[in-house]
C-alpha cells in the first residue's frame, strides 16, 4: 500500500526514544511532516526503562508525557510502533522507504481496558524489567506506554490462551491471524536515533554475569529501583531477596577496553553515583564500594558527585576489577588492585553492580540499509544525502546532549526539505 | 461561535457496569440540558460514527463521557472547528472506586457514591463546554523573520549558517572587530572521526569564509547590543559601538520598593540617563529571534596561590598556551595541572567539563611536536575523554613523550629559573618534584552569562535570565529533558554559554539552537505557543478596565512575557507567552483569562459540583491537578485500581501557578469542605514545567490560610502537596488522609448558606 499522506518534505525518524521523539517533535512543530517509527510496542525507549535522572533524580516519564502530550497534539506526526526499516530507493529528497509492521495482535480498537491479560493463562518474561519477572503473553509493556495499546506474544500463548484471550476481548481487537505488512512512505530525509542497548554483560568473562543471582548490571538496578519494576522499587538481591548490607559498582564493566567497547560510554559514572542514592534510601548503613578507573563526572555533575563522595559509608577505589567470585552464602567477592597504593584487594559484598556501557543498537542488530557505521556501530552522518544520525545512534551520550543534539539532527533534516 | 451541543456516554471499559448511564444521561439531560446518547465502544468506529453523524447534522461541541482525555485524543479529534471536552469516567471514576477491605462488606451505598460521582465529572464537563469557546490565534501585524545571532566564534558562526541553510535571513553581531571569537588563537582541534588520534586543522577559518559569502547573513562587527526590546517575531534591538555607553542601554531591573526610595531621594537611581524599558528606540532593528552565543572567559585562576599564577613567570592558563602554540614553537618541558590539588582535593578547576582534559592532551602534543626532546606531563585527578576521545587518551598514553598520572599538585615554584611542581598521591607511589619551563593550568570557561547581562533585555523583569545562580551561570530552565529552553521566549543560547564545549559539540549545539530559533518564528507566525504548551492557539486576555495595577501578573510570570506602562498596567506580549496561565491565578481582579480556560470556566466548574447538605458521608473536596504531572499520576493510580475517596472531584489545570484562589473560595463558599492542590516539585531541583508555577502556588495557599482563619474556617482545610508523575501508588494516600482529616475536622460550617 502506498502512503496517501507522504509528502516531498517529510522526515522519516527511525527509532521512538527520547532522541527519535525530540527530533521528530522538534521538526514538525517548525512545520514539516515527520512519520515516526519505534521498533517496540510503545514509544520512550531507553530512558523509559530508568528510575530517576542524574543530577536532579526526577522521573524520565515527567518528559516523557510532556512530548507524547506534544506527540498527540500535532497534526503533522504520523506514529508507527512494532516497525522497521526494510528498505531505501531513490535519493535525498526523495526518498521512497518501505517499512514493515510486525504484526501487534492487538488492533486499534484496543481500549485498554486490561481483560485479555487479566483472562491470558500464559506468561512470558517482562523484556521490560530484563527478564527479571513474568508478565502475561497479552501485555502492556508498562503502565505508561504509550501509545496505550495491548500487544501479544503469540509465540508463547497456548491454544486455551489464544481462546481465552479472543474471548475476554469485547471490543473485536485480537486478531490472532495479523500479518506482517509493509508500507511505502515517500521522504526527504532520514534521522536515525536508533539508540543503545546495555553491552551483553555475558561477554566479559572475569566479572561472571549470569553465574551468581548477586550479579546484575546498572540497567537491572534501574528497573529494580523503580515503583513499577519487578521487586516494586525494593532494592534486594534478586534470588533469594537479602537486604543490601554491602554493594559493590564496578565501573567500565566493558568499556574503555579493547576488547569489549573501546570508547567511554560517557554515562555509568553518573548512573552509578545515582544509584547510590536508591541504595541509600533504604540502607542507611550499607557499605558501598565503588571501584574506577576515572570518575567522569565532568561540569555539572561535580556537584553530584561530592555529595556522595561525602557519604561516610561509601568507598571510592581507584582500579580495575579483575574478578569477581561466587561465595557460598550467595554473596560475592570483588578483586581488584588499588593503582594509588597497589595494594590487592579482595572485597566481599552482597550485591554488586556492573556498570556496563551502551552499545549502538545497530551494531548489534546490524543496520538495515547500506549505511555509513564506525567500527564500533555508531552511525556517522552524511548530510548530502540526508541521512543523519541523532543522540546515541552517533555517540555515548547522556540524556541532555542526546535531546540537544536531536534538535540539531532536526534542523538538518529540515534543510533537506527545503534544498 | 454559536454552539449545539451533544453529549455522549460510552459504556464500554466496564463504565457500563458500574454505572447507572440511563440515571447520568438524565443528569446531563435534564440539569444540563444537553442531548446524550449512550455507545457501547464511544472510540471504536461505530461510536466514532455516531459523533460523526451528529457532526454533519451541526453538533460543534461535544461532551464525552469515557475514558481520559489523555487516551484516545487522534479518535476523538473532530477538528480544529470543534470543541471536544472529555469526561474521565473510567480512570478517575470507575477504575479509582475504592474497594472494600478483604472480608468487609462494601459500603451500603457505595454505587451510589460511585454514580454521583460520575455524574458531577458529567456536570463539570457540559458546563466546561458551555464555557469554551474556540481559539483565536494572535498573529502579530507583521512579523519578522530575521533571527539575530549574538556572537561571532564558532558557536555564532555556525547558527548563522545553519539558519541560513534552511532559508532564513540572519543578523551576526560580534562584539570584536573581527569574526571567529577565541577559536581563531587555536592552533589545531581535537580529533573528530577515526581512528580519532590526529589533531584537525581549526576549522573557524573556512566557517567564517563561507558566513561572510552567504548572502543571507549580514554581519555587524565591533558592535554590541544595547538593549532588546519587543518580543519574538518583532524583537527592537538598539545596538551601539563595542564599549560604549548610551540612552538605551538596557535599564536594570527596580523592584517597587525600591524604587519608592528612589522617588524619595533616598536612593541612586541605577537607571539615571537611560531610556525607560518600556521606550522604543526609533532607529531600533527589529528581529524575529535571537541565538546567543556570546561564548565564555577563561576563569581566574590567580586565587589558587599554591599554584602561582600571576606570581610566577611561566605559569600559564590554558587560553594563554594555546596562543603561544598559534604564534609559534612552545617550550620542551611542560606541565599541564587538571585540578587546582590542594585542598580542593580531586575536583577540576570549575567550569571544566571535560573540555580541558581534552585540551591538555591536544597541547602536550605539540610539546612533542615542536621539540624534539619535548616532554609534557600532565598531572590530573580524573582523566575526562568521553565516548571515542578515550582513543585520544589513549593515544597520548602511547606518546613517547607524554607523561600521565593521577595526582594531588601542593605546589609550584620558582627554581634557578625554571619551575618545580610539587605532587602527591600519585600513581607512580611516591610524591613527585617535577622540574619543568613552564606550568599550563586547565583553567575553565566561565560562560559571559555568569559575570554580565549579556542579552540585555529590556523587559520588566529586568536585562538578564532569571535565576542564574540555580544553573551555575548558565541559561538553563530544563536542563536535561529540554535544554534549550530558556527563561525568555525566542532567545536561546548555545555554545560556551550553555556549558563548556569542544568544538565538535559547539557546532551540533549551535545546529540545536538555530532550531529552535526558527521554530519559534513558525510558531509565533502561526499564533501557537512554543513549548512546553506547543501549538496552542490561546492566549491570556485582560480586562484591562479593572485592573488595579497591583502588579501580580508581571511580578509573577515566569517568562517575563507582561511588561507595564507609567501606572503599573500590565503591557502583555503574547508572543513571549508560554500560556500557564500564572498570570491568570494571579490576578485578584479575576481579569485575565484564555478563551478555553478562564476564572468564569473553572469557577462554574467548581459551581457545577453539586454538594450535599447535612450528609456526613457526602463531603465534598476538590483538588486541582497539575494536568502535567499529577493528572497522568492519578490515571496512572485508576489504571491500577487503586483506590481514591468517593468525596473527592478532581479538575486539571494547565499548571498550579494558573490555580486562583477565587476558585478555592468558591469551593468553600459553595460549602464544599476542603481544597487541595496536587502539583510539581519545586526549589532548586524543580519539576515544574513552568519553572515557577507550582513554588507560587504553594506560596498562594499560605496566605488563603489566614484569609480561611478570619472567616472562622479551619485553614488545615486547604492544602498543596508535590508529587511526581511516578507517585502514583502514593496519591491516593496523600489524598485519602486528606479526606480523613477533613471528616475529622467535620463539615464546612458555611454548607447551605
Same mark, same amino acid.
Given at each position: 500500500?502506498?502512503?496517501?499522506?507522504?509528502?516531498?518534505?517529510?522526515?522519516?525518524?527511525?527509532?521512538?526514544?527520547?532522541?527519535?521523539?525530540?527530533?521528530?517533535?522538534?521538526?514538525?512543530?517548525?512545520?514539516?511532516?515527520?512519520?515516526?517509527?519505534?521498533?517496540?510496542?510503545?514509544?520512550?525507549?531507553?530512558?523509559?526503562?530508568?528510575?530517576?535522572?542524574?543530577?536532579?533524580?526526577?522521573?524520565?516519564?515527567?518528559?516523557?508525557?510532556?512530548?507524547?502530550?506534544?506527540?498527540?497534539?500535532?497534526?503533522?506526526?504520523?506514529? $508507527?510502533?512494532?516497525?522497521?526499516?526494510?528498505?531505501?530507493? /531513490?535519493?535525498?529528497?526523495?526518498?521512497?522507504?518501505?517499512?514493515?509492521?510486525?504484526?501487534?495482535?492487538?488492533?486499534?480498537? #484496543?481500549?485498554?481496558?486490561?481483560?485479555?491479560? &487479566?483472562?491470558?493463562?500464559?506468561?512470558?518474561?517482562?523484556?521490560?524489567?530484563?527478564? *527479571?519477572? *513474568?508478565?502475561?503473553?497479552?501485555?502492556?509493556?508498562?503502565?505508561?506506554?504509550?501509545?496505550?495499546? $495491548?500487544?501479544?506474544?503469540?509465540?508463547?500463548?497456548?491454544?486455551?490462551?489464544?481462546?481465552?484471550?479472543?474471548?475476554?476481548?469485547?471490543?473485536?481487537?485480537?486478531?490472532?491471524?495479523?500479518?506482517?505488512?509493509?508500507?511505502?512512505?515517500?521522504?526527504?530525509?532520514?534521522?536515525?536515533?536508533?539508540?543503545?542497548?546495555?553491552?551483553?554483560?555475558?561477554?566479559?568473562?572475569?566479572?561472571?554475569?549470569?553465574?551468581?543471582?548477586?550479579?546484575?548490571?546498572?540497567?537491572?538496578?534501574?528497573?529494580?529501583?523503580?515503583?513499577?519494576?519487578?521487586?516494586?522499587?525494593?532494592?534486594?538481591?534478586?534470588?533469594?531477596?537479602? &537486604?543490601?548490607?554491602?554493594?559493590?559498582?564496578?565501573? #567500565?564493566?566493558?568499556?574503555?577496553?579493547?576488547?569489549?567497547?573501546?570508547?567511554?560510554?560517557?554515562?555509568?559514572?553518573?548512573?552509578?553515583?545515582?544509584?547510590?542514592? $536508591?541504595?541509600?534510601?533504604?540502607?542507611?548503613?550499607?557499605?558501598?564500594?565503588?571501584?574506577?578507573?576515572?570518575?567522569?563526572?565532568?561540569?555539572?555533575?561535580?556537584?553530584?558527585?561530592?555529595?556522595?563522595?561525602?557519604?561516610?559509608?561509601?568507598?571510592?577505589?581507584?582500579?580495575?576489577?579483575?574478578?569477581?567470585?561466587?561465595?557460598?552464602?550467595?554473596?560475592?567477592?570483588?578483586?581488584?588492585?588499588?593503582?594509588?597504593?597497589?595494594?590487592?584487594?579482595?572485597?566481599?559484598?552482597?550485591?554488586?553492580?556492573?556498570?556496563?556501557?551502551?552499545?549502538?543498537?545497530?551494531?548489534?542488530?546490524? &543496520?538495515?540499509?547500506?549505511?555509513?557505521?564506525?567500527?564500533? /556501530?555508531?552511525?556517522?552522518?552524511? *548530510?548530502?544525502? /540526508?541521512?543523519?544520525?541523532?543522540?546515541?545512534?552517533?555517540?555515548?551520550?547522556?540524556?541532555?546532549?542526546?535531546?540537544?543534539?536531536?534538535?540539531?539532527?532536526?534542523?538538518?533534516?529540515?534543510?533537506?526539505?527545503?534544498? | 461561535?454559536?454552539?449545539?451541543?451533544?453529549?455522549?456516554?460510552?459504556?464500554?471499559?466496564?463504565?457500563?457496569?458500574?454505572?447507572?448511564?440511563?440515571?447520568?444521561?438524565?443528569?446531563?439531560?435534564?440539569?444540563?440540558?444537553?442531548?446524550?446518547?449512550?455507545?457501547?465502544?464511544?472510540?471504536?468506529?461505530?461510536?466514532?460514527?455516531?459523533?460523526?453523524?451528529?457532526?454533519?447534522?451541526?453538533? =460543534? @461541541?461535544?461532551?464525552?463521557?469515557?475514558?481520559?482525555?489523555?487516551?484516545?485524543?487522534?479518535?476523538?479529534?473532530?477538528?480544529?472547528?470543534?470543541?471536544?471536552?472529555?469526561?474521565?469516567?473510567?480512570?478517575?471514576?470507575?477504575?479509582?472506586?475504592?474497594?472494600?477491605?478483604?472480608?468487609?462488606?462494601?459500603?451500603?451505598?457505595?454505587? @451510589?457514591?460511585?454514580?454521583?460521582?460520575?455524574?458531577?465529572?458529567?456536570?463539570?464537563?457540559?458546563?466546561?463546554?458551555?464555557?469554551?469557546?474556540?481559539?483565536?490565534?494572535?498573529?502579530?501585524?507583521?512579523?519578522?523573520?530575521?533571527?539575530?545571532?549574538?556572537?561571532?566564534?564558532?558557536?555564532?558562526?555556525?547558527?548563522?549558517?545553519?539558519?541560513?541553510?534552511?532559508?532564513?535571513?540572519?543578523?551576526?553581531?560580534?562584539?570584536?572587530?573581527?569574526?571567529?571569537?577565541?577559536?581563531?588563537?587555536?592552533?589545531?582541534?581535537?580529533?573528530?572521526?577515526?581512528?580519532?588520534?590526529?589533531?584537525?586543522?581549526?576549522?573557524?577559518?573556512?566557517?567564517?569564509?563561507?558566513?561572510?559569502?552567504?548572502?543571507?547573513?549580514?554581519?555587524?562587527?565591533?558592535?554590541?547590543?544595547?538593549?532588546?526590546?519587543?518580543?519574538?517575531?518583532?524583537?527592537?534591538?538598539?545596538?551601539?559601538?563595542?564599549?560604549?555607553?548610551?540612552?538605551?542601554?538596557?535599564?536594570?531591573?527596580?523592584?517597587?520598593?525600591?524604587?519608592?526610595?528612589?522617588?524619595?531621594?533616598?536612593?541612586?537611581?541605577?537607571?539615571?540617563?537611560?531610556?525607560?524599558?518600556?521606550?522604543?528606540?526609533?532607529?531600533?532593528?527589529?528581529?524575529?529571534?535571537?541565538?546567543?552565543?556570546?561564548?565564555?572567559?577563561?576563569?581566574?585562576?590567580?586565587?589558587?596561590?599554591?599554584?602561582?599564577?600571576?606570581?610566577?613567570?611561566?605559569?600559564?592558563?590554558?587560553?594563554?598556551?594555546?596562543?603561544?602554540?598559534?604564534?609559534?614553537?612552545?617550550?620542551?618541558?611542560?606541565?599541564?595541572?587538571?585540578?587546582?590539588?590542594?585542598?580542593?582535593?580531586?575536583?577540576?578547576?570549575?567550569?571544566?567539563?571535560?573540555?580541558?582534559?581534552?585540551?591538555?592532551?591536544?597541547?602536550?602534543?605539540?610539546?612533542?611536536?615542536?621539540?624534539?626532546?619535548?616532554?609534557?606531563?600532565?598531572?590530573?585527578?580524573?582523566?575526562?575523554?568521553?565516548?571515542?576521545?578515550?582513543?585520544?587518551?589513549?593515544? @597520548?598514553?602511547? =606518546?613517547?613523550?607524554?607523561?600521565?598520572?593521577?595526582?594531588?599538585?601542593?605546589?609550584?615554584?620558582?627554581?634557578?629559573?625554571?619551575?618545580?611542581?610539587?605532587?602527591?598521591?600519585?600513581?607512580?607511589?611516591?610524591?613527585?618534584?617535577?622540574?619543568?619551563?613552564?606550568?599550563?593550568?586547565?583553567?575553565?570557561?566561565?560562560?559571559?552569562?555568569?559575570?554580565?547581562?549579556?542579552? =540585555?533585555?529590556?523587559?520588566?523583569?529586568?536585562?538578564?535570565?532569571?535565576?542564574?545562580?540555580?544553573?551555575?551561570?548558565?541559561?538553563?530552565?530544563?536542563?536535561?529533558?529540554?535544554?534549550?529552553?530558556?527563561?525568555?521566549?525566542?532567545?536561546?543560547?548555545?555554545?560556551?554559554?550553555?556549558?563548556?564545549?569542544?568544538?565538535?559539540?559547539?557546532?551540533?549545539?549551535?545546529?540545536?539552537?538555530?532550531?529552535?530559533?526558527?521554530?519559534?518564528?513558525?510558531?509565533?507566525?502561526?499564533?501557537?505557543?512554543?513549548?512546553?504548551?506547543?501549538?496552542?492557539?490561546?492566549?491570556?486576555?485582560?480586562?484591562?478596565?479593572?485592573?488595579?495595577?497591583?502588579?501580580?501578573?508581571?511580578?509573577?510570570?515566569?517568562?517575563?512575557?507582561?511588561?507595564?506602562?507609567?501606572?503599573?498596567?500590565?503591557?502583555?506580549?503574547?508572543?513571549?507567552?508560554?500560556?500557564?496561565?500564572?498570570?491568570?491565578?494571579?490576578?485578584?481582579?479575576?481579569?485575565?483569562?484564555?478563551?478555553?480556560?478562564?476564572?468564569?470556566?473553572?469557577?462554574?466548574?467548581?459551581?457545577?459540583?453539586?454538594?450535599?447538605?447535612?450528609?456526613?458521608?457526602?463531603?465534598?473536596?476538590?483538588?486541582?491537578?497539575?494536568?502535567?504531572?499529577?493528572?497522568?499520576?492519578?490515571?496512572?493510580?485508576?489504571?491500577?485500581?487503586?483506590?481514591?475517596?468517593?468525596?473527592?472531584?478532581?479538575?486539571?489545570?494547565?499548571?498550579?501557578?494558573?490555580?486562583?484562589?477565587?476558585?478555592?473560595?468558591?469551593?468553600?463558599?459553595?460549602?464544599?469542605?476542603?481544597?487541595?492542590?496536587?502539583?510539581?516539585?519545586?526549589?532548586?531541583?524543580?519539576?515544574?514545567?513552568?519553572?515557577?508555577?507550582?513554588?507560587?502556588?504553594?506560596?498562594?495557599?499560605?496566605?488563603?490560610?489566614?484569609?480561611?482563619?478570619?472567616?472562622?474556617?479551619?485553614?488545615?482545610?486547604?492544602?498543596?502537596?508535590?508529587?511526581?508523575?511516578?507517585?502514583?501508588?502514593?496519591?491516593?494516600?496523600?489524598?485519602?488522609?486528606?479526606?480523613?482529616?477533613?471528616?475529622?475536622?467535620?463539615?464546612?460550617?458555611?454548607?447551605?448558606?
Amino acid at each position: 500500500m502506498t502512503d496517501e499522506q507522504g509528502t516531498s518534505g517529510a522526515i522519516l525518524v527511525v527509532g521512538g526514544g527520547i532522541s527519535g521523539l525530540t527530533a521528530a517533535l522538534e521538526a514538525a512543530e517548525v512545520g514539516n511532516d515527520v512519520v515516526l517509527i519505534e521498533k517496540g510496542p510503545s514509544f520512550g525507549g531507553r530512558v523509559a526503562q530508568l528510575n530517576k535522572y542524574f543530577p536532579k533524580l526526577c522521573p524520565p516519564s515527567c518528559g516523557l508525557e510532556i512530548n507524547f502530550k506534544r506527540i498527540k497534539a500535532n497534526r503533522r506526526i504520523r506514529t $508507527y510502533t512494532m516497525t522497521t526499516v526494510k528498505s531505501v530507493a /531513490g535519493g535525498p529528497g526523495n526518498y521512497e522507504v518501505t517499512l514493515e509492521i510486525a504484526p501487534r495482535y492487538v488492533n486499534s480498537n #484496543c481500549t485498554a481496558c486490561g481483560d485479555c491479560a &487479566a483472562a491470558c493463562p500464559d506468561e512470558i518474561p517482562n523484556a521490560f524489567n530484563f527478564g *527479571m519477572n *513474568m508478565s502475561k503473553a497479552a501485555y502492556l509493556p508498562h503502565e505508561m506506554a504509550f501509545p496505550r495499546r $495491548y500487544v501479544i506474544e503469540k509465540a508463547s500463548l497456548s491454544s486455551a490462551g489464544a481462546e481465552a484471550v479472543k474471548s475476554a476481548c469485547k471490543y473485536d481487537a485480537v486478531d490472532l491471524d495479523m500479518k506482517t505488512e509493509t508500507v511505502k512512505i515517500q521522504v526527504a530525509s532520514i534521522i536515525w536515533a536508533t539508540g543503545w542497548t546495555p553491552y551483553d554483560a555475558k561477554k566479559i568473562d572475569n566479572l561472571k554475569f549470569g553465574t551468581s543471582d548477586a550479579i546484575i548490571t546498572n540497567m537491572m538496578m534501574e528497573r529494580m529501583a523503580s515503583a513499577n519494576g519487578p521487586t516494586k522499587g525494593v532494592v534486594s538481591r534478586p534470588g533469594d531477596g537479602k &537486604a543490601i548490607d554491602s554493594i559493590a559498582f564496578v565501573q #567500565c564493566a566493558g568499556s574503555r577496553d579493547e576488547n569489549h567497547l573501546e570508547y567511554c560510554s560517557h554515562i555509568c559514572c553518573m548512573a552509578t553515583f545515582k544509584q547510590m542514592t $536508591y541504595v541509600r534510601e533504604q540502607y542507611p548503613d550499607a557499605k558501598i564500594y565503588v571501584f574506577y578507573i576515572d570518575l567522569r563526572t565532568p561540569g555539572k555533575y561535580e556537584k553530584f558527585r561530592e555529595e556522595r563522595m561525602s557519604d561516610a559509608n561509601a568507598l571510592f577505589i581507584k582500579g580495575k576489577v579483575a574478578q569477581i567470585n561466587s561465595e557460598s552464602d550467595g554473596g560475592v567477592t570483588v578483586i581488584a588492585e588499588n593503582a594509588v597504593t597497589g595494594e590487592k584487594l579482595s572485597q566481599k559484598v552482597d550485591m554488586v553492580v556492573l556498570a556496563t556501557g551502551m552499545q549502538p543498537e545497530l551494531a548489534v542488530q546490524g &543496520a538495515p540499509i547500506a549505511m555509513n557505521l564506525d567500527s564500533s /556501530g555508531f552511525v556517522i552522518s552524511d *548530510m548530502d544525502k /540526508g541521512i543523519i544520525a541523532a543522540g546515541c545512534a552517533k555517540k555515548a551520550a547522556d540524556v541532555v546532549t542526546t535531546t540537544q543534539s536531536s534538535t540539531a539532527a532536526a534542523l538538518k533534516a529540515i534543510q533537506v526539505s527545503r534544498r | 461561535m454559536s454552539k449545539k451541543y451533544c453529549a455522549y456516554l460510552c459504556s464500554g471499559c466496564g463504565i457500563g457496569d458500574a454505572l447507572d448511564l440511563d440515571e447520568l444521561n438524565g443528569v446531563v439531560a435534564n440539569e444540563m440540558s444537553m442531548e446524550c446518547k449512550v455507545h457501547s465502544c464511544m472510540c471504536g468506529a461505530d461510536g466514532r460514527g455516531l459523533i460523526q453523524k451528529d457532526i454533519e447534522e451541526g453538533v =460543534n @461541541a461535544i461532551v464525552i463521557g469515557a475514558c481520559s482525555p489523555r487516551v484516545m485524543t487522534k479518535e476523538f479529534d473532530f477538528g480544529e472547528d470543534k470543541i471536544v471536552v472529555r469526561a474521565n469516567l473510567r480512570e478517575q471514576v470507575i477504575w479509582s472506586e475504592v474497594k472494600p477491605v478483604e472480608g468487609q462488606e462494601p459500603h451500603k451505598e457505595a454505587a @451510589a457514591f460511585l454514580q454521583e460521582t460520575a455524574a458531577d465529572y458529567m456536570r463539570m464537563a457540559c458546563t466546561r463546554a458551555k464555557k469554551t469557546e474556540l481559539p483565536e490565534p494572535y498573529k502579530l501585524e507583521t512579523i519578522n523573520k530575521t533571527i539575530m545571532v549574538m556572537g561571532g566564534g564558532i558557536a555564532g558562526l555556525t547558527a548563522a549558517s545553519e539558519a541560513s541553510a534552511a532559508g532564513y535571513q540572519v543578523l551576526l553581531v560580534e562584539k570584536e572587530d573581527k569574526l571567529g571569537g577565541k577559536a581563531i588563537g587555536w592552533r589545531k582541534s581535537f580529533p573528530t572521526k577515526a581512528p580519532w588520534t590526529d589533531l584537525e586543522e581549526n576549522p573557524v577559518d573556512a566557517l567564517i569564509a563561507k558566513v561572510t559569502s552567504d548572502r543571507n547573513i549580514s554581519i555587524k562587527t565591533g558592535t554590541e547590543v544595547a538593549r532588546i526590546g519587543g518580543a519574538p517575531g518583532n524583537f527592537a534591538v538598539s545596538f551601539k559601538p563595542t564599549g560604549a555607553k548610551t540612552e538605551w542601554d538596557a535599564p536594570a531591573k527596580v523592584g517597587v520598593d525600591e524604587q519608592d526610595l528612589i522617588d524619595k531621594g533616598q536612593k541612586e537611581d541605577p537607571n539615571a540617563g537611560l531610556k525607560k524599558y518600556t521606550e522604543v528606540d526609533p532607529s531600533a532593528t527589529i528581529v524575529g529571534s535571537v541565538v546567543l552565543a556570546t561564548g565564555w572567559k577563561p576563569a581566574d585562576v590567580s586565587k589558587y596561590e599554591h599554584l602561582g599564577y600571576g606570581a610566577i613567570k611561566n605559569v600559564v592558563t590554558n587560553v594563554e598556551f594555546e596562543q603561544l602554540a598559534k604564534a609559534g614553537k612552545v617550550p620542551a618541558n611542560v606541565a599541564f595541572i587538571q585540578s587546582p590539588g590542594g585542598a580542593e582535593d580531586d575536583k577540576d578547576f570549575p567550569y571544566c567539563n571535560s573540555v580541558t582534559s581534552m585540551v591538555a592532551l591536544k597541547q602536550a602534543q605539540y610539546v612533542c611536536s615542536d621539540n624534539q626532546d619535548g616532554k609534557a606531563y600532565i598531572l590530573y585527578q580524573h582523566m575526562r575523554t568521553p565516548g571515542h576521545m578515550e582513543l585520544f587518551y589513549k593515544s @597520548a598514553q602511547q =606518546n613517547n613523550g607524554i607523561f600521565m598520572t593521577k595526582a594531588n599538585v601542593t605546589k609550584v615554584e620558582e627554581k634557578t629559573g625554571k619551575l618545580a611542581v610539587v605532587a602527591e598521591n600519585t600513581l607512580l607511589g611516591e610524591n613527585l618534584v617535577l622540574d619543568v619551563d613552564m606550568v599550563v593550568l586547565a583553567a575553565g570557561m566561565e560562560p559571559t552569562t555568569l559575570h554580565e547581562n549579556t542579552i =540585555n533585555l529590556a523587559y520588566r523583569q529586568g536585562p538578564a535570565f532569571s535565576d542564574l545562580d540555580l544553573f551555575d551561570g548558565y541559561a538553563d530552565s530544563h536542563f536535561i529533558c529540554f535544554p534549550y529552553e530558556t527563561r525568555r521566549t525566542g532567545i536561546y543560547t548555545c555554545g560556551g554559554v550553555r556549558k563548556a564545549e569542544t568544538i565538535e559539540e559547539t557546532i551540533d549545539d549551535a545546529t540545536g539552537a538555530a532550531l529552535k530559533a526558527i521554530q519559534c518564528l513558525e510558531s509565533t507566525d502561526r499564533g501557537v505557543s512554543v513549548h512546553p504548551r506547543s501549538g496552542d492557539a490561546t492566549y491570556p486576555e485582560f480586562f484591562m478596565q479593572r485592573c488595579t495595577q497591583c502588579k501580580r501578573c508581571t511580578e509573577e510570570c515566569p517568562f517575563g512575557a507582561l511588561d507595564d506602562d507609567a501606572k503599573g498596567t500590565p503591557l502583555p506580549n503574547p508572543t513571549r507567552c508560554r500560556r500557564c496561565g500564572t498570570c491568570m491565578g494571579a490576578c485578584p481582579e479575576r481579569i485575565i483569562g484564555f478563551k478555553d480556560y478562564n476564572i468564569d470556566l473553572i469557577g462554574s466548574m467548581v459551581k457545577a459540583i453539586e454538594v450535599p447538605e447535612d450528609d456526613e458521608d457526602r463531603l465534598r473536596i476538590i483538588v486541582f491537578a497539575c494536568e502535567n504531572d499529577a493528572y497522568p499520576a492519578l490515571d496512572m493510580s485508576g489504571m491500577k485500581r487503586n483506590g481514591l475517596n468517593h468525596m473527592i472531584r478532581v479538575i486539571p489545570v494547565r499548571c498550579l501557578g494558573s490555580v486562583n484562589m477565587a476558585w478555592i473560595r468558591d469551593a468553600l463558599s459553595a460549602g464544599m469542605d476542603g481544597a487541595m492542590l496536587l502539583g510539581c516539585t519545586y526549589g532548586d531541583n524543580y519539576q515544574c514545567h513552568f519553572v515557577k508555577g507550582s513554588e507560587i502556588a504553594n506560596k498562594r495557599m499560605e496566605n488563603i490560610g489566614d484569609t480561611l482563619s478570619s472567616l472562622g474556617l479551619e485553614s488545615e482545610r486547604c492544602a498543596a502537596e508535590q508529587v511526581a508523575i511516578t507517585d502514583y501508588d502514593k496519591i491516593p494516600a496523600i489524598l485519602n488522609d486528606f479526606v480523613d482529616q477533613i471528616v475529622e475536622m467535620g463539615p464546612n460550617p458555611f454548607k447551605g448558606f
